[in-house]
């Protein structure tokens, strides 16, 4: 038995993400594009005297911003691993969705009290100026969506600038909406009540990436997996008594990864066992990152094993479920009816 005390083998897909040269390429096309009209709309923001444009050409800057961070967190992410990092600097991409987060939300702060100030006191807005740069800002930010949407938005860094530059093109529909509105009843409250909806827009996207990032740096478990369901589901797998020690995280975005402690019945196989619960997880869940520690029940060589504790009563404390060892992580997972 002793030659399965310590086997901690792991299942590891090397294969994490998909031509980051071609990403890059759809980003700097991008990049290019969006700061070449960014300036011309400053200008004409300035000149109509347009919150709405100005806003807009703020929210492009960061489009732009995003962008660059995105190229360099890609960049960074594709170092292997090496010395103190041992996932590699994969992570990178995570900290630029979340700058990209925060800088939506901060921008979003800033322009809805300009927004407020001029539905106070309305300054005297350029419609037809407002309404042509909004038209070619829709036709800009739709070029700059499609390259976009050409990149793997699977990864959080990706999707960031997206949603910049998504929430862009709305703004520019609703500061087009306001430039015809201005030039057809002179209505000029309308370019702040537009400048408000692109703050709704910013502070949505702005939130998701915020929400989802610090997920992955709270090493949550990936969206869409319910950790006691897929414990329950590994103990019902043939030979398994007992799965502790359960962790499911992301090391950065599409690349999901779990660690447990997995006791076998006395005589099983522990080597088949591990097998079966790495095609198990790779194929169900697509977890292909998967290390398991793989010990029989009871069983004791010189280093001192793990054990399985006795079965708790139904009214034991959960705290005491984990007598294997001194510090459990996480809920005892056993066949049959058992408390989470």
Same mark, same amino acid.
């Given at each position: 038995m002793s030659e399965h005390a310590h086997s901690h083998k792991h299942g590891h897909s090397h294969?994490?993400?998909?031509?980051?040269?071609?990403?890059?390429?759809?980003?700097?096309?991008?990049?290019?594009? @969006?700061?070449?009209? @960014?300036?011309?709309?400053?200008?004409?923001?300035?000149?109509?005297?347009? @919150?709405?444009?100005?806003?807009? %050409?703020?929210?492009?800057?960061?489009? %732009?911003?995003?962008?660059? @961070? %995105?190229?360099?967190?890609?960049?960074?992410? %594709?170092?292997?691993?090496?010395?103190?990092?041992?996932?590699g600097l994969k992570r990178a991409e995570i900290l630029s969705a979340q700058a990209n987060g925060i800088t939506l939300l901060l921008l979003s702060v800033w322009l809805a009290y300009e927004a407020v100030e001029r539905l106070i006191s309305p300054p005297k807005v350029t419609g037809g100026l407002v309404l042509i740069t909004a038209l070619a800002g829709i036709v800009v930010n739709l070029i700059c969506t499609w390259l976009l949407s050409r990149a793997n938005r699977s990864s959080l860094n990706i999707e960031g600038a997206y949603q910049h530059i998504l929430t862009d093109l709305f703004g520019f529909v609703a500061t087009a909406v306001a430039g015809l509105i201005v030039l057809t009843t002179g209505y000029e409250r309308a370019d702040a009540i537009a400048s408000l909806v692109v703050v709704a827009l910013m502070l949505r996207a702005g939130t998701g990436l915020v929400r989802e990032s610090g997920r992955i740096f709270m090493e949550a478990a990936p969206a869409g997996i319910d950790p006691d369901a897929l414990g329950d589901h590994l103990v019902a797998a043939d030979e398994v008594d007992e799965v502790h020690d359960l962790h499911i995280w992301q090391i950065t975005s599409g690349q999901p990864a779990l660690s447990a402690h997995i006791l076998v019945a006395p005589g099983g196989d522990c080597h088949k066992v591990r097998r079966s619960l790495q095609e198990l997880l790779s194929g169900e869940y697509g977890i292909t990152h998967a290390t398991l520690q793989v010990d029989h029940v009871g069983e004791q060589g010189a280093d001192q094993l793990l054990t399985l504790s006795p079965r708790p009563g139904p009214g034991s404390d959960p705290e005491q479920q984990a007598g294997h060892c001194e510090d459990a992580h996480g809920p005892v997972h056993r066949q049959g009816p058992h408390r989470h």
């Open positions: 294969a994490h993400g998909v031509s980051p040269d071609a990403d890059r390429r759809w980003l700097r096309a991008a990049l290019i594009l @969006l700061t070449a009209y @960014l300036a011309v709309e400053v200008v004409i923001g300035v000149v109509a005297q347009s @919150l709405a444009l100005i806003s807009d %050409a703020a929210h492009m800057l960061t489009d %732009a911003v995003s962008i660059v @961070l %995105a190229l360099i967190a890609m960049r960074l992410a %594709a170092r292997p691993a090496r010395g103190g990092y041992t996932y």
